[in-house]
T-cell receptor
Framework: NAGVIQTPRHKVTGKGQEATLWCEPI?????VFWYRQTIVQGLEFLTY????????DSGMPKERFSAQMPNQSHSTLKIQSTQPQDSAVYLC??????????????FGEGSKLTVL | GDSVTQTEGPVTVSESESLIINCTYS????????LFWYVRYPGEGLQLLLK?????QKGSSRGFEATYNKETTSFHLQKASVQESDSAVYYC????????????FGTGTTVSVSP
């Protein structure tokens, strides 16, 4: 059983460009989470989908960031007009819905975004 | 608010020595949060090490133990005798039911075990 797959593993963009990160959750998992990790802030929650519906996006920056889950097999995190402070490792995680509330998440290896 | 504070790293220990990583939490939005230790080994993704969802209980995995102490709001991770393969980054996390924000993580503690 494959784990959570994130692509690309590394992405370098110029300031002002758009970046799209992809996540394929574990098959059968109905909850998908996005986190961002930086040295300064650590692991920060961004957003959460359950059965493809957005449940909580309270961690998402109000501007330039958006996340979607068009089908049960993938989710995307899009950052428009990237800024150097967006540089981070973006982690996607999934879980069975019944375990989401107990916090047992399965993480991908992350997508490292570098904005020059 | 809800937060997690853990031992700042890096922590270096010798093989067969004991290890303790302190973790304390603050949970204002839920009375009895679930508590977790996640670990990231070199070259691997973040993975669950152990979890405890009942206050007063102890969780264990791979020789590590942690006890959910509601009185001191602590969830320290301990291992009596570490191995070089325990070198990793360890994250204490708080699980909240409400709002779907499943996990709030500590900043992580890098542990290096020398042979």
């Amino acid at each position: 059983n494959a784990g959570v797959i994130q692509t690309p593993r590394h992405k370098v963009t110029g300031k002002g460009q758009e970046a799209t990160l992809w996540c394929e959750p574990i098959s059968g998992h109905s909850a998908v989470f996005w986190y961002r990790q930086t040295i300064v802030q650590g692991l920060e929650f961004l957003t959460y989908f359950r059965n493809q519906a957005p449940i909580d996006d309270s961690g998402m920056p109000k501007e330039r960031f958006s996340a979607q889950m068009p089908n049960q097999s993938h989710s995307t995190l899009k950052i428009q007009s990237t800024q150097p402070q967006d540089s981070a490792v973006y982690l996607c995680a999934s879980s069975l819905d019944r375990t989401a509330n107990t916090g047992q998440l399965y993480f991908g290896e992350g997508s490292k975004l570098t904005v020059l | 608010g809800d937060s997690v504070t853990q031992t700042e790293g890096p922590v270096t220990v010798s093989e067969s020595e004991s290890l303790i990583i302190n973790c304390t939490y603050s949970a204002t939005s839920i009375a009895y949060p679930n508590l977790f230790w996640y670990v990231r080994y070199p070259g691997e993704g973040l993975q669950l090490l152990l979890k405890v969802i009942t206050a007063g209980q102890k969780g264990s995995s791979r020789g590590f133990e942690a006890t959910y102490n509601k009185e001191t709001t602590s969830f320290h991770l301990q291992k009596a005798s570490v191995q070089e393969s325990d070198s990793a980054v360890y994250y204490c996390a708080l699980g909240l039911y409400q709002g779907g924000r499943a996990l709030i993580f500590g900043t992580g503690t890098t542990v290096s075990v020398s042979p």
